[in-house]
């Protein structure tokens, strides 16, 4: 599970419901909550009504602010949603994103938990966009909270309907590097319950013949064969991909955290639509009967496959502006080597 939990705040209390969610993970982890405030950077003082103003009056504004801060996260740190936890206050100065990923690495944060907006005091920096900066360039996974949307801590209390997070694969091992991060965090918002992991696959519609209005009942029976291939080839790769998460052979992690397994195959011309009706209505899943709405999605930032290549960077952004529910942001550590060795085709090829 994630233990060591970094939540960055503005003052405000939308940023603020980030609080209760790390809290929960870190109870059930046995971890610390890491609190951060970023001041405004020096520049932000000056201005060209005021271009004599010494630089010590800068510095002494700074230093209020700093104060301020502190005095702030001071008063986080014993929230009733805190008690009991160890916490950690960090106040420091520049940017909102780059200091949150400088955090990242000085303090060995394994996860992030933001609220996609929020903006208050005197840095006045939108979360939204700091967020998705963060998730895009960010080495351990971001969970970011839709403003308006549903906070996945207390959602209910009853241990028979477990947590659920859904994970979309498209056939690529990128893609798949997503699911530990999701067994962990379901585990660490369903504890004491077991919480429950589901996948799914789009794939696309088969797409009219051009100036073919017509078709003859061979060409009819032709392309009904080639959906239907395609169709058992996905739920062949779910239910095997099922049987080998729970026989450890990938991704032995998720064993570890031993969630409710199911998976569904869902046909839509758009894919980042498809995974956001998946989540928020539920759907028959293939094998496993029926499941309801899930309350986490979670997505690698890149993935691509030889059987669907769509492309998972651009849908996790539009799943991520459109959907309502909380949404972990995984980078797959490969990428990096990859994107050094060869350009990523990011082109959504037709799978019919």
């Known amino acids: 599970m994630f233990k060591r939990i970094l939540v960055p705040l503005d003052g405000s209390d939308r940023a603020e419901r980030a609080i209760p969610v790390a809290a929960r993970l870190a109870r ?11 001041a405004s950077a020096a520049h932000e003082y000056w201005t060209p009504l005021v271009p004599e103003a010494p630089i010590t009056l800068a510095q002494e504004m700074l230093d209020n602010e700093m104060e301020e801060l502190e005095t702030y996260l001071n008063s986080v740190t014993i929230y009733e949603s805190l008690k009991g936890l160890k916490t950690e206050p960090i106040a420091m100065r520049g940017a909102p994103a780059p200091s949150i990923l400088s955090i990242v690495d000085t303090h060995h944060i394994d996860l992030i938990v933001m609220c996609s907006h ?28 839709r403003e308006g949307g549903s906070a996945p801590a207390g959602l209910h209390l009853d241990v028979t309907q477990p947590m659920r997070v859904l994970v979309p694969l498209d056939g690529s091992a990128l893609a798949r590097a997503a699911l530990a991060p999701a067994a962990a965090l379901i585990a660490g918002l369903s504890a004491p319950a077991q919480g429950a992991l589901h996948m799914v696959r789009v794939i696309k519609p088969l797409k009219p013949l ?15 064969n080639q959906r239907n291939q395609m169709l058992h080839k996905a739920r062949t790769y779910l239910e095997s991909t099922s049987e080998h998460l729970k026989e450890g052979l990938v991704s032995p992690d998720v064993v570890e955290h031993n969630p409710t397994i199911t998976w569904s195959v869902s046909i839509d011309q758009d894919v980042a639509s498809a995974i956001i009706r998946v989540a928020e209505n539920g759907e028959d899943a293939e094998g496993a009967g029926v499941f309801g709405r899930c309350d986490v999605i979670a997505m690698a930032t890149h993935g691509r496959g030889a059987f669907q290549r769509w492309a998972v960077g ?36 037709p799978l019919f």
């Open 314 to 349: 651009s849908v996790t952004e539009r799943v991520l502006n459109a959907t309502r529910l909380p949404i972990l942001v995984v980078r797959p550590a490969e990428i990096d080597t990859i994107q050094h060795t060869r350009k990523i085709d990011m082109t959504v090829i």
């Open 210 to 224: 051009p100036l073919k209005p017509l078709l003859t009942p061979e060409e009819e029976e032709e392309r009904l």
């Open 118 to 145: 929020g903006y208050a005091g005197m840095t006045r920096w939108v979360m939204g966009s700091v967020a998705e900066k963060v998730a895009h360039h960010s080495i351990v996974p971001v969970l970011i909270l």
């Open 28 to 38: 059930a982890s046995g971890g610390t909550v890491y609190l951060l405030r970023v």
